[in-house]
């Protein structure tokens, strides 16, 4: 599989093409007015658009709904059946892989991207680099494994969307999966399991939620993937 190039934005919708206001004997201030006029509704209709953008990818081909991750999407610190992929297939009512394997690093779970993708996903839920910091790993090393996730499934017509590992551990994390959201327009849950992990009555242990903790991670995570649930149903025809 090839790779776009690390950082390139992904291929855009094309841009609207600009209208000209007002005619060749109109008045200067009539044409001024005019063009602010213009100008104003854009703004206001970028600033309500804004916050509903759609992620690159969202009419993909593909079937299945896939959780890539570690301990915590493994269901870690939870009861049988209420790790938090479970609860959110029960939200959404369909299938959601579980795809974690306890002690994955970012980079380890760039090298199963290949096994993700032989189940055809359509969106894959990315939780990683929790143990990269317990491993001290270097976080422009963490950044680089999950640029490549990210860059592998968007090349591969998947919607990523990416859960900010920042636990109790704090330091500048919370930062990298700001920065590849924004990178590649993706979608990024920022601040669900931060809070998770700093209350002691959602947590297992140190590092994993409890029942009620993998409760909230799905609904946090619901929040964001239902309405691209309903989107990708919409244009797909189901």
Known sequence: MRLPPAGSPPVRDARR??????????????AVHVG????????????????????????????AIVCLGDSITAGVGASAGRGYPAVL?????????????????????????????????????????G????RQVPIEATEQALDGIVRGLLAARVVPVL??????????????????GKRYRVPVIQDALRKILFDPSLKAD???PNDLGHARLADAVADVVEPLVREHRRRRGR
């Not at 093409?17 to 009539?30: D, L």
């Not at 760039?110 to 894959?124: M, S, T």
């Not at 143990?131 to 317990?134: E, F, G, V």
């Open 206 to 208: 140190e590092v994993h």
């Open 163 to 180: 859960v900010a590992v920042e636990g109790p551990f704090g330091g500048r994390h919370g930062e990298m999966y700001a920065r590849l």
């Open 17 to 30: 093409s600009a209208v000209a206001a007002g005619g060749a004997g109109a008045p200067v201030g009539a």
């Open 36 to 63: 602010l006029a213009v100008a104003l509704a854009a703004a206001v209709a970028a600033g309500a658009g804004g916050c509903r953008r759609l992620p690159p990818n969202i009419d993909s081909p593909g079937t």
């Open 89 to 129: 297939a029960a939200r959404l009512g369909r299938e959601v892989i579980d795809d974690g394997v306890p002690g994955d690093t970012a980079e380890e779970g760039l090298a199963r991207l290949p096994q993700v993708l032989a189940r055809d996903p359509w969106l894959v839920i990315v939780e990683l680099g």
């Open 131 to 134: 143990n990269d910091i317990l």
